[in-house]
DNA sequence: AAATTGCCCAACCGCCACATC
DNA sequence: AGATGTGGCGGTTGGGCAATT
């Protein structure tokens, strides 16, 4: 399904992420953030350029991003948005949280441009139709309102079906209470080991908010190898710990949610 | 069963906007 | 004001896989 994965001629690595490649780059991010996507990956021990790590993170492994199905509401706010905005992926995006502006280009042009395509037939030939019908009763018996098609639901209709966004799922969360399988992993590790690993980590983003000059400290090397920025080991945990903390509650309110 | 076709989606590429020097 | 670096966006592609012949 995608590209395999080779070299280019300056020995930088391209195609398919690996296991192992996902699991170092959102290792670096969750503990350390993307602080400068062209020099991240010398840092974080990968073959690729900043610019396909950024792409990897921000399409496949930062939490929160959904995949799978479309819902129905989902589907008509992304052809009533492109209505309005045409390809503007990234705005259309962000009236959908969890989802990508890759992800949604990609579903527009294999399921929704033709639908969309339909759709607009349709109301047009209703239109046809009723300003036939109209002017053929509004003959006979005066004039008749037709009532137009509308085939969209209000945006926050969507938003409100996700009143924690951005956030993991609730089975990304069930993974992610603790860290403490990635200290078993090594290179002899295998490919479930290195996802079951990636699927235990936090997000970055309140240990991001909590310490503003991060990126202006001195760098050292942490025990798998990895560079980052000197911190206070305190601030560490304690941005662990809330967050596992905030993790907990809201796994239990969306078990409490209905349907669950 | 093998070959062909078309769908789907992760990833790449080129360009642009903005920030910094 | 111009050069350079970086992040972000949108178009396109490669190739796995399921459906069809």
Redesign the pocket.
Known sequence: ????P?F?KNGL?????SPEEDYKLRTYIVRYG???????PKFAGLQ?????C???W???LRPGVK?GKYSKEEEDLIIKLHNQ??????????ELPGRT???I???W???LKKRSKESQRESGLKEKYSIEQSSETSQLNGDLKVESFVPNTPSHAILESFPLSPAPSSSEISHWTSDSNLATLSSTSTSSDWIAAEDSLPSFETFENTSEDFWTQPFVADQDGYKFPMLDEGLISSFLTSYEDSIDLFYKVMQELPGN
């Open positions: 399904m995608v590209r395999s080779f280019d690595k391209k195609g398919a992420w993307h602080w400068n996507w062209r020099e991240l690729r350029c900043g610019k396909s950024r792409l990897r921000m399409n496949y995949h905005l045409g390809n503007k992926w990234s705005r259309i995006a962000a502006d890759n992800e280009k990609n579903h042009h294999t399921h």
